[in-house]
């Protein structure tokens, strides 16, 4: 379990004196450990060990209980389940005594997806429970759970996981794989899981094969499209110091990586609203951020006006719009970013006299006086016609769908996606691919209409795609070229090994170390 100290802790202190209340709800984002903590309690309660705080996790019914084979407990994904008749189903068993262990747990996952008769079905039997019988209530909408649920409830709020402890777990992972692993590059995976340790691990697999078996930062800041660590600080010093020169040399690079764009901006929002945070509330908060990144933060904090934060905000939430509406992330980028540093706030704002409503700083934007090297550093081209693309118009084969992906027009996380799948049928009008289970996570609505579009636009039709999630086996672009990745580097080390001048080194006992050697990414 990493995180929520606090929540386990209480949970602990209950079983330890056998006073676990009956039905507990989890509330949290996707990813933080709602169901994990729902297994953990599980094997507390029918460990062979006896019950107690610490179950042992090796005996049989933990095992089971972590295999998903025990029979006293119950996972059940209310999202697939809402009907009445299954919810009675589902209860209809709950007075019976356990069959193997001593309690019945029932772990009913995104609980607010119930319908309203479900609803009233389970309250009957929360209102009296049995005295084997637990309820762990999951969801990551709470709001949505009937007020009559939520009173016969204890309630648990789980935190978003920070991203020092998700990153400190991924290096703990990696280091129990022997993975070797740049430590920015675990921090921009934690950065990017949002406090989702699961979507982590789910980001870490994805750049474990980019990169053919080591977590790089430049691997990864690739995949996910975004600006590494530096990169991203960079672009928020130019826009904090109103620097025109460096975000135009910024916006060049920009362009060359056509990364994701909308990231970025969600990046810099967060960044942003940290600093404000800092500014206003003081160090202590919030807390999770990376420790060479303090000092950093300090300096801006104390160079920054809060007033400018708040108008870069709105700036680049209004961005962030228009990027949904307007399909040319990059136009509007660019001109978010030259918003960014033109607009300044009415400082005199803030020295309205008491008693009158200065009102909200955005309302009251006006650019600061043109003057000479005021003009915007970058002149963005006009959004330009797609060029049509011949339709291919024949069904694709599960052989050529790898090639197929590879001369796609994606960038960023989407390919990605796009690389780890298999194409299991295309009749023209729908397209059926498969994702691997680790990465469905992964897959955000967002995602999936980058992935729409592409292949629209490739087939020159609207055709339906179909994501499924399968076991992950078949031949997948991703799988073809960590292969070719590691024959090619192979035959780097063996042609390194045939240098005369190596090979002086290696009598001298000289070794080369497992990994280091790596073929140049075209
Ligand atoms: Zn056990």
Redesign the pocket.
Known sequence: MIGQESTVRALQNALGQNRLHPVLLFSGTRGVGKTTLGRLIA?AL????GMGPE?????????AIDSGRFPDFLEIDAASRTRVEETRELLANVSYLPSRGRARVYLIDEVHMLSGHSFNALLKTLEEPPPHVYFLLATTEPEKVPVTILSRCLRFALRRVPVDQIAGHLALVAGKEAVPSESAALGLLADAAQGSVRDALSLMDLALTYGAGSVREADVAAILGTLDHEQLHALASAILKKDRQRMGEILGVLHALEPDYAGILESLARLFVTLACRIELGPSLPAGMRSEDEARFAVWASETDPLDLQIDYEIIRKGLEEMRAIDDPELTFDMTCVRLLAFEPDRAVRRAPAGQDPGVPTSDWKPPQAGPGREAPSDSPPAMEAPSVPASRRPLTQAEWPSYVSDLEISGMAREILNHTICTQYDGKTLMLELAQNFANLLTTQLKSRIDGALRERENRDLEVRIEIGDGSGETLAKQRACQMEQEQEQVQAELNRDPNVQKLLERGAEIRKGSVRPTRR
């Open positions: 094997k029918n460990c062979e060990q179950p042992c996790g090796r005996c049989q019914n933990c095992e």
